[in-house]
């Protein structure tokens, strides 16, 4: 009898997974759990054109590249894994036997730690097609002010598009301006300026002490220092945390929450075993970077969940002959104009260069260095260049990696960063 091989999460990850599954030749039973009842769907549009209200959150379902020819179980989550029987439980008690798993189960929004005040009315966190889905629908009752939670890359879209719709906008960041964990003072305190301009209220270093609320609908917020901000709707933005619940007992290993693997996506358990049957893929997992030296890492990308989700797929299959997954981590963000894109990780930096263009005409590229090597480099309305440093990065290339070339400052040098915190 063929091999029956399960992936579990629904995702983009679990998709491109279960393409590359039957691409690599397996003709056998697969099988694809998922406790959404959607089929996989784009997440990144949920934060832009979904909220927006340019389209609906069903427009966001991904094309099928490969006809999969698979058994889909939609709805069910996985609520266990017995790793020596090799089987999964379904929330509704059935026994789900495999020979090989692809784990893709991502990750969810970080919650409101207040479990009564998260359940207030006008209170949301983004991550899924219903939660997107349901905040356009509260945007759209033009509420008098919105608060933002959080200065990560999904609180300043949302902010972005409250804007254009004409909406009240309070953010508060517990950094001294957003994204400034990722991107360092000197390029986050440029955007901070961008938003303040687009009429953004920025609290930086300030933090929600309490949400406040009238007959079951949330009022505000009232911060750590006692301020108090009014808001009818409020967007909870902390990140996110891996669907790893699921996995509690089973003996596999995680770190903060992901599950542990080595460079081809093999799992490994709490003995440091490895399991060439599971592999993971996309958020849920961490992972070795042969470009990165400190330990393991984890993407949050949608880039990543594609390549990693492929490459594990395949390697389910194959096995481990091929190289280890190395893809450079990418991303990007659209908000208030501007086309922001990051190759490779800033994580660990201890210089920057502007390497093209200039703060002051709002167009550049920067570069990251660590120890004399070029680890990141991110482009604000600059992409032309941004795929030469990439490929310098990949090489592990000097810092700075590029000089004399067009369209580069004159006097070229590396200047601290800032980090507002320490990197972990």
């Given at each position: 009898?063929?091999?029956?091989?399960v992936?579990?999460?629904?995702?983009?990850?679990?998709?491109?997974?279960a393409?590359?599954?039957?691409?690599?030749?397996h003709?056998?039973?697969?099988?694809?759990?998922?406790?959404?009842?959607?089929a996989?769907?784009d997440?990144p549009?949920?934060?832009?054109?979904?909220?927006?209200?340019?389209?609906?959150?069903?427009?966001?379902?991904l094309?099928?590249?490969?006809?999969?020819?698979?058994e889909?179980?939609?709805?069910?989550?996985?609520?266990?894994?017995?790793a020596?029987?090799?089987?999964?439980?379904?929330s509704?008690?059935?026994?789900?036997?495999?020979?090989?798993?692809?784990?893709?189960?991502?990750?969810?929004?970080?919650?409101?730690?207040?479990?009564?005040?998260?359940?207030?009315t006008?209170?949301?966190?983004?991550?899924?097609?219903?939660?997107?889905e349901a905040?356009?629908?509260?945007?759209?009752?033009?509420?008098?002010?919105?608060?933002?939670?959080?200065?990560?890359?999904?609180?300043?879209?949302?902010?972005?598009v409250?804007?254009?719709?004409?909406?009240?906008?309070?953010?508060v960041?517990?950094?001294?301006?957003?994204?400034?964990r990722?991107?360092?003072?000197?390029?986050?305190?440029?955007?901070?300026?961008?938003?303040?301009?687009?009429?953004?209220e920025?609290r930086?270093?300030?933090?929600?002490?309490?949400?406040?609320?009238?007959?079951?609908?949330?009022?505000?917020?009232?911060l750590?220092?006692?301020?108090?901000?009014?808001?009818?709707?409020?967007?909870?933005?902390?990140?996110?945390?891996?669907?790893?619940?699921?996995?509690?007992?089973?003996?596999?290993a995680r770190?903060?929450?992901?599950l542990?693997?080595?460079?081809?996506?093999?799992?490994?358990?709490?003995?440091?075993?490895?399991?060439?049957?599971?592999?993971?893929?996309?958020?849920?997992?961490?992972?070795?970077?042969?470009?990165?030296?400190?330990?393991?890492?984890?993407?949050?990308?949608?880039?990543?969940?594609?390549a990693?989700g492929?490459?594990?797929?395949r390697?389910?299959?194959?096995?481990?002959?091929?190289?280890?997954?190395?893809?450079?981590?990418?991303?990007?963000?659209?908000?208030?104009g501007?086309?922001?894109?990051?190759?490779?990780?800033?994580?660990?930096?201890?210089?920057?260069?502007?390497?093209?263009?200039?703060?002051k005409?709002?167009?550049?590229?920067?570069?990251?260095?660590?120890e004399?090597?070029?680890?990141?480099?991110?482009?604000?309305?600059?992409?032309?260049?941004?795929?030469?440093?990439?490929?310098?990065?990949?090489?592990?290339?000097?810092?700075?990696?590029?000089?004399?070339?067009?369209?580069?400052?004159?006097?070229?040098?590396?200047?601290?960063?800032?980090?507002?915190?320490?990197?972990?």
């Amino acid at each position: 009898m063929s091999e029956r091989i399960v992936v579990v999460g629904a995702s983009l990850a679990g998709l491109r997974g279960a393409e590359a599954i039957r691409l690599a030749g397996h003709a056998g039973p697969l099988t694809l759990v998922g406790d959404e009842p959607h089929a996989p769907y784009d997440r990144p549009s949920l934060s832009k054109h979904v909220i927006a209200g340019e389209f609906g959150a069903g427009a966001t379902t991904l094309p099928n590249l490969v006809a999969l020819d698979a058994e889909w179980r939609l709805g069910q989550a996985a609520v266990g894994l017995d790793a020596v029987k090799r089987e999964i439980v379904l929330s509704g008690g059935e026994q789900l036997e495999y020979d090989r798993l692809l784990i893709t189960t991502g990750a969810r929004a970080r919650s409101w730690h207040e479990p009564l005040e998260a359940a207030l009315t006008g209170v949301f966190t983004l991550r899924g097609r219903d939660d997107a889905e349901a905040l356009r629908g509260a945007l759209a009752r033009k509420p008098e002010r919105v608060l933002i939670i959080g200065g990560g890359f999904i609180g300043c879209e949302a902010a972005s598009v409250c804007r254009d719709l004409g909406l009240a906008v309070t953010m508060v960041d517990p950094g001294p301006a957003p994204l400034a964990r990722i991107l360092g003072i000197s390029v986050s305190g440029f955007l901070r300026e961008r938003m303040e301009r687009a009429g953004v209220e920025i609290r930086p270093n300030a933090k929600v002490r309490s949400l406040t609320g009238e007959a079951g609908r949330v009022t505000g917020a009232i911060l750590e220092d006692g301020a108090e901000v009014s808001a009818e709707i409020i967007l909870v933005a902390l990140g996110a945390i891996p669907n790893t619940d699921w996995l509690d007992g089973s003996g596999l290993a995680r770190e903060k929450g992901a599950l542990v693997c080595d460079s081809h996506c093999r799992v490994r358990d709490e003995s440091g075993f490895i399991h060439a049957e599971i592999r993971a893929a996309g958020d849920v997992a961490a992972f070795p970077h042969p470009l990165y030296d400190d330990g393991l890492t984890r993407l949050e990308h949608w880039g990543n969940a594609v390549a990693q989700g492929a490459y594990a797929g395949r390697a389910l299959v194959k096995g481990d002959d091929g190289p280890a997954f190395s893809e450079l981590p990418t991303f990007w963000s659209n908000q208030f104009g501007l086309t922001i894109k990051l190759a490779g990780l800033t994580k660990g930096a201890d210089s920057l260069a502007f390497v093209q263009g200039s703060l002051k005409d709002g167009r550049f590229i920067a570069a990251y260095g660590h120890e004399g090597r070029t680890i990141a480099a991110l482009s604000f309305d600059c992409a032309r260049w941004l795929p030469a440093y990439a490929a310098a990065i990949e090489a592990r290339a000097p810092f700075p990696p590029i000089t004399g070339a067009v369209d580069q400052l004159t006097r070229l040098g590396p200047i601290d960063p800032a980090w507002p915190v320490a990197q972990g």
